[in-house]
C-alpha cells in the first residue's frame, strides 16, 4: 500500500487557476457594466480637468491658440489612458511591481503638464493619489497621497491667487481622490464577490465530482471482484462436472449483478444507506468463498448513523483489499468501542509488497477522508511476514458527518521493521 494524500489536494494541484496568468499574477476578468462605471468617471474627470485648463488660460487677454488646445488635448488622452490602465490593474489586484512604469508614466503625466498648461492641469494629481492608495501598500499609499496633498497646496499658495484658493484646491484634491478610490474599490470588491461566487460553485462541482468517484469505487469495487470470484468458481465446477453447483453459482452472479445495479442507482440518487454489520457479513462470506478463514467480532455498541455509515464503507473497501490485492488464508475483523471511540481492525497476511511507484490508492483515499470528516484517524502497516494491519478510530460524538475535515496524508514509517502509514487529521 503506497502513501495516499488528499482526493482534493491532487485535483487542486492538476487544476489550472482560471484567475491566473502564466506568470501566477491575477487577472482581471471585469464585467462590461461595471467596466464601463470606471470609464464613465475617468472620462468625467479628463473632460472636467480639460475644460477648466481651457477657461482659465482662455481667460487672458491674448486667449489661447490652437497649439495649447492640442497639447491639452494630447495630455488629456494620454494622461486618461494611463490612469484607466492602472484602474483596471486595481480591479485585477496586481501588484505596484508589476505596474511600476505605468504608474512613473502617470505621475509624469500628472504634473509635468502643468508647466505649460497651467496650475488647473494639478487636478490629475487626485487621479494619481487614487491609483496609489490602490497599488501600493496602505501605509505607503497613504504616506505618498499625503505627500502629493501637501505638494498641491503648496502650489496653490505660491501662485498669484486668491487666498482662499489653497484651501479649496486642498479640498478638491481630498474629495476627487476619495472618489475615484472608493468607486474603484466597490468596483474591485463587487468583481471579487462575483469571482468568489464562481469558485465556490466550481468547489462544489468538484467536490461531487470526487465523491462520485469515491463511491463508485468503494461501492462497486467489491461487487465486481466478487462477480469475477464467482465466475471463476462456476468455471471449475463446469470443468468437474458439477453441474449443480455451477447453477448455485451462476443464481449468485446473478443476485450480485443485480444488487450492483440497485447500489448503482441508490448512488446516482444520492442516498446510499449502509451499515456496519451488513457489510462485515457480506464481505466475509465473499472471502469465505474464496477460501479465506474470516473472523468477525464486533461490539453490540449501538452507532450513531453518521459513525456506523462511515464504518461500514471503511471496511467493505478493506475487505474488498483483502480479496484484490492479498494472497490471504485468513482475515480477522474486530470492531470495538471503549470511552465512546470505534475502533475498527482489519488484519490480514499474505499482503503483497506495493508496486515500484505505484501511486495514490483510491480506495485508502476515500477511507481516509471519511475517517477524517468525523474526526477519527487511520493507520496502515504492513510487516516484512506480510501482515497487513488497517486500524481505523471514530469518535462516537466527533464532527457531524458532512462537516469539513481536515486534509492528511498517509505518511510511511519504518516501526520494528515494518512499514506503517498513517493518517494525520
Known amino acids: 500500500m503506497t502513501p495516499v494524500t488528499s482526493g482534493e489536494g491532487l485535483a487542486a494541484e492538476s487544476r489550472p487557476d ?195 468517484s469515491r463511491d463508485l469505487h468503494d461501492l462497486l469495487g467489491r461487487s465486481v471482484a466478487a462477480i469475477s470470484l464467482k465466475t471463476e468458481l462456476a468455471l471449475r465446477y463446469r470443468r468437474r462436472g458439477a453441474d449443480d453447483r455451477v447453477q448455485a453459482e451462476l443464481e449468485q452472479v446473478l443476485a450480485l449483478s443485480h444488487q450492483a445495479g440497485a447500489d448503482l442507482r441508490a448512488l446516482v440518487s444520492g442516498y446510499r444507506a449502509l451499515s456496519l454489520a451488513t457489510e462485515l457479513g457480506q464481505g466475509c462470506t465473499i472471502l469465505r468463498d474464496a477460501g479465506v478463514r474470516c473472523e468477525e467480532e464486533l461490539s453490540q455498541h449501538p452507532l450513531p448513523t453518521a459513525v456506523d455509515q462511515a464504518a461500514a464503507w471503511v471496511a467493505r473497501e478493506s475487505l474488498t483489499n483483502v480479496l484484490k490485492h492479498s494472497d490471504a488464508t485468513y482475515c480477522r475483523v474486530r470492531g470495538d468501542v471503549q470511552d465512546d471511540v470505534l475502533t475498527l481492525e482489519v488484519v490480514n497476511d499474505g499482503a503483497r509488497p506495493p508496486a515500484e511507484g505505484a501511486g495514490a490508492g483510491t480506495g485508502l483515499v476515500g477511507v481516509l477522508e471519511r475517517v477524517e470528516t468525523l474526526g477519527g484517524s487511520a493507520s496502515a502497516t504492513r510487516s516484512q511476514d506480510g501482515t497487513f494491519t488497517l486500524r481505523v478510530t471514530v469518535p462516537l460524538t466527533g464532527r457531524a458527518a458532512g462537516s469539513a475535515g481536515t486534509s492528511g496524508a498517509w505518511r510511511p514509517r519504518r516501526v520494528g521493521g515494518s512499514e506503517e502509514r498513517r493518517s494525520t487529521a
Not at 103 to 122: M, S, T
Not at 181 to 186: L, P, Q
Open 18 to 212: 482560471p484567475h491566473r496568468g502564466p506568470d501566477g499574477a491575477a487577472v482581471a476578468h471585469v464585467p462590461g457594466g461595471l467596466a464601463r462605471v470606471v470609464e464613465a468617471l475617468i472620462v468625467a474627470i479628463s473632460l472636467g480637468v480639460l475644460v477648466a485648463v481651457l477657461r482659465s488660460e482662455g481667460s487672458g487677454e491674448d486667449g489661447h491658440g490652437s497649439a495649447f488646445v492640442a497639447v491639452a488635448l494630447v495630455c488629456t488622452v494620454a494622461v486618461a489612458a494611463v490612469t484607466l490602465l492602472n484602474a483596471r490593474a486595481m480591479l485585477g489586484q496586481r501588484t505596484w511591481l508589476a505596474q511600476g512604469p505605468r504608474l512613473a508614466l502617470q505621475a509624469v503625466l500628472a504634473y509635468l503638464p502643468a508647466v505649460v498648461l497651467g496650475l488647473e492641469w494639478l487636478s490629475w494629481a487626485a487621479g494619481l493619489a487614487a491609483v496609489l492608495l490602490g497599488l501600493l501598500p496602505r501605509k505607503v499609499g497613504v504616506a505618498l497621497a499625503g505627500a502629493l496633498l501637501v505638494v498641491q497646496v503648496t502650489a496653490y499658495g505660491l501662485s498669484d491667487h486668491r487666498i482662499l484658493d489653497p484651501a479649496y484646491a486642498g479640498f478638491s484634491f481630498v474629495a476627487s481622490t476619495l472618489l475615484l478610490y472608493g468607486v474603484i474599490r466597490s468596483v474591485a470588491v463587487t468583481v471579487e464577490l462575483a469571482r468568489a461566487r464562481a469558485e465556490l460553485a466550481r468547489v462544489e462541482v468538484l467536490q461531487e465530482r470526487l465523491r462520485m
